[in-house]
């Protein structure tokens, strides 16, 4: 089964985020845009060039209203370590969720069991805490946040404008569709 249009499962954890450890759960994802962004750990080669890419287009990202949440099955001890050790972590301003259970990361389906690490998962969550996109790609597949904004922009067009679509590449400004019998077999 699809996670695409169903809600977010309820979780708690801890995060390490502006340089305190604070609570999030699922109730934080409701009322605006966000991101969940699964990587495998801290510490290693790919995860700090996508997060080191999405910290460069948060503030992109806040203008939009979106907020970011990454996630790992790391500690937020070990959160604040990579991000006190590492100039690229240290980009990072929005939470650092820890997942040392795996609950999260099993909620999103994107558990590697026999390893405790999480596949590269990103998850753009309605206001109403719903998913609209999942993506998710094996370990050595680095993902592109430029290419997130576009989705998300196009995530935020069709759910302000009642029966339109975006086509492939679309960027805002940009002609959109509205689905109809005309125009089967036209395009």
């Keep these: 089964m699809s996670l695409i249009n169903t809600e977010v499962k309820p979780f708690t954890a ?35 060039t996508e997060l080191g890419d999405l910290a460069d287009f948060y503030p992109k990202l806040q203008e939009m209203g979106v907020e970011v949440y990454s996630v790992s099955t790391d500690t937020h001890f070990t959160h604040k370590a990579w991000h006190d050790a590492s100039e690229t972590i240290k980009k990072i301003q929005f939470p650092m969720v820890a997942d040392p259970t ?22 753009v969550i309605n206001p109403e805490g719903q998913i609209k996109v999942a993506e998710i790609h094996d370990l050595g597949i680095g993902r592109s946040a430029k290419e997130l904004v576009r989705k998300i922009q196009a995530a935020q067009y ?18 959109t569709l509205s689905p109809s019998l005309d125009l089967v077999g036209k395009i």
Aim: proline content about 5%.
């Design 158 to 175: 069709v759910a302000e404008h009642d029966g339109e679509v975006c086509p492939a590449s679309w960027q805002p400004g940009e002609e």
């Design 14 to 48: 801890t995060a390490y985020h502006n340089g305190e450890f604070v609570q999030v759960s699922d109730a934080d994802l409701k009322g605006k845009w966000s991101v969940v962004f699964f990587y495998p750990a801290d510490f290693t080669f790919v995860c700090p």
């Design 102 to 123: 795996g609950a999260i990361s099993r909620n999103f389906e994107v558990m590697i069991e026999e390893e405790g690490l999480a596949l590269r998962g990103t998850f």
